[in-house]
């Protein structure tokens, strides 16, 4: 039988801690999804749950209104959120 060292456990939990922080990260998109409020708590939610899994401060979303970026979605602080 062959043993795990400390580092080999250390790695698993790192692993672990990942693959949990992902699954909470979809759980709210599809949360946000199955209440039906429409586009925009889905889309908070998926620019936090990035930001989150990237342990980003902020996260955005940017789209092109008349050759201009706008903030569509925002997580964290609002530093250049007006661009």
């Known amino acids: ?3 795990l060292d400390s580092s080999d456990l ?3 939990n790192r692993e672990l801690l ?3 922080e992902q699954q909470r990260a979809l759980a709210g998109v599809l949360r ?4 039906s409020e429409g586009l925009q708590p889905v889309v908070d939610e998926v620019v936090e ?3 989150r899994l990237c342990s980003a ?3 955005r979303v940017w ?3 008349d050759r201009k970026p706008q903030v569509v979605a925002n ?5 250049a959120y007006d661009y």
Do not use: P
């Open 49 to 51: 749950a990035a930001a």
């Open 1 to 3: 039988m062959v043993g």
């Open 63 to 65: 789209l092109l209104k």
């Open 57 to 59: 401060s902020n996260g």
């Open 32 to 35: 946000a999804g199955a209440r």
């Open 10 to 12: 250390d790695a698993a």
């Open 18 to 20: 990942a693959l949990r």
């Open 75 to 79: 997580y964290g602080d609002r530093e």
